[in-house]
């Protein structure tokens, strides 16, 4: 038989099914809202309103593309009447307060939308009396950070320093007692659920404009015709576009839903090692795509902790969901720059043009 492509797996295994997504007013919900669109998938969301101006959410005319809820993931009661009333097939989760930097404001707030979230999620699809399939995107900042040159395995040592990546263990550590307690893989038959983690690093794409994230930082300035602050140049890090892990989510849903078991499992979707560049190289290069701009390095004191390079093994997420990344960080620097250049003139279509494009749909 012909091995099916990657499109063709997707579009096999969500076309008209129901996906529940948390988190779908957020910048990397929004894309994957977007992208099940493409797929023709039912799609209802869960998050707070977009708090970005413009949002991705609202350039794309999100609220037509789902019925979109807006309710907090703390709300227990809420979301397992939306969520069981849904009767989803898969369910993405990707509701958090999603920003270091804001974790060290509010680290209670960060610990009870990220962990007890994550919690009253798991526990409404306890509710649920059909098979479902459950991805709860985490991060790479799970791992207990040990600075060394090596890249991460998915059984490596779960931390975190701040309150942003230790909620995200946290939560990773929550869905292993649900799979555990609640829905073994052992006794599939009895509860027809299979839940699975998901970890990758900060990701680059249009339609970001977080403050504090370099790439959304780097769009205001060129926007605006300034020079752009950059804190540490000589940072190296992952860069990596936010199509490729939203693919390997979608690939690792299709996957627990034809094949089952050994996919109920975590898996990392990070970029090849040779694409770690300093944050220096990345400007260079968007500058270069946007044809003009500078940068400036302020003298800064009193930073908070910012973790070292960390590196994601991807070796599971190839052998398992023939998953690699597709472009390299000087292709996703630029693809995200071209989105911040033409968005204006039509987002939607600019939107839809970049996933079309990556994922090659016919
Ligand atoms: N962007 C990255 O580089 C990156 C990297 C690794 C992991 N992640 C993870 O991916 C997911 C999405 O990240 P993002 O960059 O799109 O973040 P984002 O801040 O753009 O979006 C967060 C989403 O969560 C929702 N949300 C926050 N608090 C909520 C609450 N109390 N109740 C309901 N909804 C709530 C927001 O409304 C929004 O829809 C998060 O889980 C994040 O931790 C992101």
Redo the contacts with the bound molecule.
Sequence with gaps: MEKLGMIENLQASYQGKRIFL??????????MLQMLKELGAVVK????????DPS??DLIQGEALCESV??????RERLKKELVDFQPDFVF???????VIDSYREPV?TY???VL?TVNLLDAVRHLEKPCNVVV?????VYENKEVMRPYLESDELGGYDP?SNS?ACAELATRSYRLSFFHPDQYTDHQKWVATV??????GGG?W?AN?IVPDLARALRAGEPLQVRNPNAVRPWQH?LE?IGGYLLLGHYMATEGKAYADAFNFGPVEEDALTVGDLVKIALEAWGSGSFETPALKNQPHEAGLLMLDITKADKMLQWQPKFRSREAIRTTIEWYKEFEADPIATTRKQIRDYFGFS
Excluded: C
């Design positions: 948390t988190g779908h007013t957020g910048f990397k919900g929004s894309w969301g869960y998050s707070l309103a977009p708090d970005q991705l959410f807006i309710a907090d993931i703390r709300d989760h990707m509701a958090a307060q999603a920003l707030e009870e939308t990220n979230g995107i985490t991060t790479d900042k942003y995200k970890r990758s690093g900060n990701v680059i970001d977080s994230r936010v892990p």
